[in-house]
């Protein structure tokens, strides 16, 4: 990353994080103003910082070492939702740690952690990427600006992959598995779900709603 400092990885991480949340708001704005929804966009900001959350632990344990460092990263990044919290209540306390506590299992338990993430958010993920979708098929009909399906969701992933890659090098020291698991984890997170709800329009059907 050439002469660029931890300061500047963090800054990079702040600049994509308001970004996202931005574009986040807007979208709900619109999907607010064109369905008629009572939607609180609190929801979905919250349901962001989950799913980043997971994104940014899959980094941090890609190489073995989740240190300190990244442990505050990832907190930084907890103000509106925490994907412990979410963790210790969809498993209804049975699952009660701490950043410090999952820096601290065997890697063959952190392991199996990010390989069950995808299923314990999947219904977390669904939930907040469907109004997102929504207006990712239909801006272009509404809005003042022309766009085509799936700009939003480029947009989205885009922001995550920044903040993701600067909790790879916030170490300086950033390596290809960490980008990897960071990209693999957003589309499982994210991707995934948002590809297939945009794919011959599958919340026209009705698909997705509930």
């Known amino acids: 990353m050439g002469d660029l400092t931890r300061q500047d990885m963090l800054d990079m991480a702040a600049t994509a994080y308001e970004h996202a949340i931005s574009t986040i708001y807007a979208m709900d704005g619109i999907?607010?103003?064109?369905?008629?929804a009572d939607y609180d966009s609190a929801l979905t900001i919250a349901q962001f910082d989950t799913i980043l959350q997971g994104v940014l632990l899959s980094v941090?344990?890609?190489?073995?070492?989740?240190?300190?460092?990244?442990?505050?990263?990832?907190?930084?990044?907890?103000?509106h939702g925490d994907l412990l919290d979410f963790i210790r209540g969809d498993s209804d306390g049975q699952v009660d740690l701490t950043w410090e506590e999952v820096a601290d299992l065997p890697q063959e338990l952190k392991d199996k952690l990010i390989e069950i993430l995808p299923g314990i958010l999947d219904d977390q993920c669904r939930s907040?990427?469907?109004?997102?979708?929504?207006?990712?098929?239909?801006?272009?009909?509404?809005?003042?600006?022309?766009?085509?399906p799936g700009d939003f969701l480029k947009s989205i992933e885009q922001d995550m992959i920044k903040i993701a890659g600067s909790l790879a090098f916030v170490d300086?020291?950033?390596?290809?598995?960490?980008m990897s698991a960071g990209v693999k984890m957003i589309f499982e997170l994210e991707g995934k779900h948002w590809r297939y709800l945009l794919s011959d329009n599958k919340l026209g059907s009705g698909e997705g709603n509930g």
């Open 31 to 36: 999907f607010k103003k064109v369905t008629g």
């Open 172 to 178: 300086l020291e950033g390596t290809e598995d960490e």
């Open 60 to 79: 941090a344990c890609a190489d073995g070492n989740f240190d300190p460092l990244e442990q505050e990263f990832i907190r930084a990044f907890t103000t």
């Open 128 to 148: 907040f990427i469907v109004p997102l979708t929504t207006v990712d098929v239909s801006y272009s009909k509404y809005g003042n600006v022309e766009t085509t």
